[in-house]
Each structure stands twice: as structure tokens, then as C-alpha cells.
């Protein structure tokens, strides 16, 4: 089955070819590290999250990269205004730096919580500042950037596609009520690739004098550095559409002469009370808050990639509440099935072979519909409703079902997170000494404590070399 995705490009849902054969650059515009980040940004990380543990799912060998930004993102992503991690430094009374490190280390914390699983590069622009420029100094020779008093702008009008990705043409800007002006730009929509600041904080040296690069051309120079010219994806949460992604388009297709990115992808705003989540307004929570409030953290991951990445997604503490029954859910029949793993091996019969590969099939085949989340969450429900249905299930079909339900939460994600930690050590050492006992093949000492263990609530899924995976009934 092929994975089919909307390209915010084209408009249109296309068949995904990868670049090359097996394999799937993906770049994700990641966070600005200037305060904690909330459940909105991370609704927009997710996506990645989750597109990039399905095409492992589907065999791909996936290649991500995301960014932090820690140097000139201004506020109202505009080119004038205040820089947003310098603002919180001066708040906070602090170097931007030190800032930085504070929320890079709440970003990798609450990325960690929520199951996400690391991205191959993590790379920072202040890290990458020679990239920029010599990516500024092509801009420059090939016409489309220009110097006035040591800044640096592109010339939107030298790139006849800006406006392809959001609809921003030169045109229906032109025509728009707000025009920025600023008497250094040739046209109001040229944006500055290098700025000149003297109150500035983080200020580098390059051939246009001291100063600091824009937020677009990090993404730009960043991307290629580890992706190339030409990769397969690009994600970012909606309101990067424009100025962000337009942007790079420009400069990274100015510096290679063609097309950079073939497939673009925007997760659609979480809000709260019907108000888009966000810093400014300060309607948010952190994943930190939501555990605080007695919130797991796989309900939060589950909540935020339940519904579809683009339609918005309208956070309560009730969606929550469901998150958790959802996995209670599968916990339980997976809890059942760990427990049939101990009866006779057995063989599988026709009737299971069907359950498993309709709850997989159609997991996939909804994923493949551009994501369709709710339709694949209803494929494992579905599944999971026949695997409790069944009775006498064989050791053998017990591992096959478990199997299924594994490969699912390869994607999903929410149901290793809670285990290791959240099982009482009591149950460890309970655990532990069954394993040396069947080590010691005191085979009625292991069956023994292995009641024991079910007594007190917990399953016990032996796995290959002795190891052995410990789900709790009601987790
Ligand atoms: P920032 O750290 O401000 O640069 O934002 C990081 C990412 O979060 C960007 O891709 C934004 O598009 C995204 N974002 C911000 N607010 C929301 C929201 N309420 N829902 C979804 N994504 C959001
Ligand atoms: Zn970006």
C-alpha cells in the first residue's frame, strides 16, 4: 500500500515517491528556545513523530533533522522587533545563551516525555553561522540579495515563484492593507537575510559588517548542510507557511537554481476555548503542568496525535480523560493476551490470522490516506475488541497478537512509555527472580512466582534471551 499525503504545495493529495529508493530526508522546523514549550508546539512536532514512525513502519530507513532556533526569530516572525530569545534574556536577566540552554534542555525533557523519538540532528544556528553567510554570499552573486548600510535583504522579485507555497504573491501582498515599509527594502516584502544591530546581543562577524542572521536562512542553510539541496519533506505547524517556509523556498532555491523540497507538510493549530494556543496569549499548558495534574504522559502524547494534523485540535481536559481510557483499553487485552502466553504453544488458527491482519491492514491502510489517524485508531479498537472476544487462545496465537499490537505502538508510541518506570520495584524483583530461577530451569519456582506477579496485577510477556516485558493490568 503507498502513502499517499497533502502537499501544502500542490493543494493536492500526491502519491509519495521518495527521492531515493528506501530512504526519507526529513527536515522539521523545531522550537524557538525561549520559554517552555507547550502542548500546541509540540502538537506540531508530533507530526513529524508520527510520520516518520510510520514510514519506518513501512520500511523506510528515515533521515530527520530539526532545528533549534537560538538567534533571530523577532517577534511576529517580522523583520523589525525585538529577538525573542533576547527579550526573555533581558527579562530574565541572563545571556541569551544561558537562555537558550535552559529551554533547550525543557524542550529535550518534555520531547522525552512524550515518547518522541530523537531526531537524527539537533542542529542550533548560533552553531551554524558560517553556513549562513557563505548561503547570503550566493544569494548575493546571483542576484537575488542586496546590500544597504551592513544588512542584508532578499529581492523578492527576483524569484518567480514566491507566493507558490501560501498563496502570498507578490500581487495579493501588494493589494493587502498592511505593507511594512522600510526605505532600505527595494520592495516592502524583501525580508532581511543579515541584520545590523548595534543593540543586538549575539552578534557575529561577516563580510557586511558585525550582526546576525534572519530566521529564514537558518532553516535554509541548516537543511542542506545535512539533508542537501534536494530532500523529500518539510514540516512545520501552519503559521510557518508564511513568511517562514516561503522564505526558504526562495533562498534555497535562489542558491541551487532547483526545486529543494517535494513534499511540504503543516499541522493545523491545537487550541483551547477555541483560541489557537500560544505564548502571546498565554493560554497554554506544558506537558510538565498536565503531569502535575495527575496526567500520564502516554494520554498527552495520545491526545495530541489523535486527531487529524490538519484539522485543528481542540484541547480539554475531557479529550484527556479518553486518552487514557484508550490505552487503559488496549493495556487490558494486552494484559489478557501476556497471560495466555504461558498456556500451551499451540498453533494460530484461520480465525486469528484474520483478526491480526485486518487490525494491521487497516491501521495501515488509514495511515496511508495522508495520516488518517481516527480511522486507524479504529482499526486497533476494532481489533482489539475481536482479541477479547476470542477464547482459548493458544501461547502461540497470544505472541502473535501481542506482536500486532507491538507493531502498531511502533507508530502510536503510547504504550512503552509508561512501562520500566511506572512498575513497583516489588514487581521488578519479583520479575527478576523468575528469570533466575528459569535460568536455573526451576521450572515450578518461576510458574510460582509468576502467580505471584498476576496476583498483584501485572503480566508477564516473556520475549527471546530470557528478557521479558511486565504489563500492568490496569495501567
Ligand atoms: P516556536 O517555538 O514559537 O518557533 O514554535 C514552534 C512550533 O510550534 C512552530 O512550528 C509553530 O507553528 C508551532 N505552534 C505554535 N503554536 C501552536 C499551536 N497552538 N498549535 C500547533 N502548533 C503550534
Ligand atoms: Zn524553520
Known amino acids: 500500500m503507498g502513502f499517499r499525503l497533502y502537499n501544502t504545495f500542490s493543494k493536492q493529495v500526491e502519491d509519495f515517491v521518495p527521492i531515493e529508493e528506501g530512504k526519507v530526508a526529513l527536515y522539521s522546523c523545531g522550537p524557538t528556545v525561549y520559554s517552555h514549550p507547550h502542548i500546541g508546539n509540540f502538537r506540531s512536532f508530533l507530526m513529524p513523530d508520527l510520520l516518520k514512525r510510520f514510514l519506518e513502519f513501512k520500511g523506510y530507513d528515515v ?46 525533557a518534555a520531547s522525552e516525555m512524550l515518547n518522541m523519538k530523537p531526531a537524527d540532528e539537533y542542529p542550533r544556528a548560533t552553531g551554524h553561522i558560517d553556513d549562513m553567510i557563505a548561503m547570503i554570499e550566493t544569494l548575493i552573486e546571483k542576484g537575488h540579495a542586496y546590500v544597504v548600510a551592513h544588512n542584508v535583504y532578499y529581492d523578492v522579485t527576483t524569484f518567480k515563484n514566491y507566493g507558490k507555497l501560501s498563496g502570498n504573491t507578490l500581487d495579493e501582498l501588494n493589494s493587502g492593507a498592511r505593507v511594512e515599509v522600510n526605505a532600505e527594502k527595494r520592495n516592502p516584502q524583501d525580508f532581511a537575510l543579515w541584520k545590523h ?29 545535512y539533508l542537501g539541496e534536494h530532500f523529500d519533506f518539510h514540516t512545520g505547524g501552519e503559521d510557518n507557511i508564511f513568511p517562514h517556509h516561503e522564505c526558504e523556498i526562495a533562498q534555497s532555491e535562489g542558491v541551487s537554481g532547483k526545486k529543494w523540497v517535494n513534499y511540504w507538510m503543516h499541522a493545523r493549530f491545537l487550541l483551547f476555548d477555541g483560541e489557537k494556543m500560544s505564548k502571546s496569549k498565554g493560554n497554554l499548558y506544558t506537558i510538565q503542568e498536565l503531569i502535575e495534574k495527575g496526567f500520564k504522559k502516554n494520554a498527552i502524547r495520545y491526545a495530541l496525535i489523535s486527531s487529524h494534523y490538519r484539522q485543528n485540535y481542540n484541547f480539554t481536559f475531557d479529550g484527556l480523560k479518553a486518552a487514557e481510557q484508550a490505552i487503559e483499553k488496549i493495556n487490558r487485552c494486552l494484559f489478557t493476551l501476556a497471560e495466555a502466553t504461558k498456556g500451551d504453544e499451540g498453533s494460530i488458527r484461520d480465525e486469528v490470522k484474520e483478526i491480526i491482519e485486518k487490525g494491521i491492514g487497516g491501521f495501515d491502510e488509514a495511515l496511508c490516506d495522508d495520516l488518517n489517524i481516527s480511522k486507524s485508531l479504529a482499526a486497533v479498537f476494532d481489533f482489539i475488541k475481536e482479541a477479547n472476544k476470542l477464547s482459548d487462545v493458544s501461547g502461540t496465537e497470544a505472541k502473535a497478537m501481542i506482536g500486532a499490537i507491538e507493531k502498531i505502538d511502533s507508530v502510536l508510541g503510547v504504550l512503552e512509555s509508561d512501562s520500566g518506570e511506572e512498575i513497583p520495584a516489588e514487581i521488578m524483583a519479583l520479575a527478576e527472580q523468575r528469570k533466575e530461577a528459569k535460568l536455573a530451569k526451576d521450572w515450578a519456582k518461576a510458574d510460582t512466582l509468576r502467580d505471584e506477579i498476576t496476583a498483584k496485577g501485572f503480566a508477564i510477556e516473556d520475549k527471546p534471551g530470557h528478557e521479558y516485558r511486565i504489563i500492568q493490568k490496569d495501567a
Not at 526569530?73 to 530574565?92: I, Q, T
Request: net charge negative; hydrophobic share 35%.
Open 63 to 108: 533521515t530527520h533533522v530539526m532545528n533549534i532556533t537560538d538567534v533571530g526569530h523577532l517577534l511576529e516572525d517580522a523583520d523589525e522587533g525585538a529577538d525573542k530569545l533576547e527579550e526573555a534574556a533581558r527579562k530574565a536577566k541572563k545571556e541569551p545563551l544561558e537562555i537558550a540552554e535552559i529551554y533547550i534542555d525543557s524542550f529535550n
Open 197 to 225: 544591530d548595534p543593540k543586538h546581543i549575539q552578534q557575529w562577524e561577516s563580510p557586511w559588517g558585525m550582526g546576525f542572521p534572519g530566521w529564514h536562512i537558518e532553516c535554509s542553510a541548516m537543511s542542506t548542510k
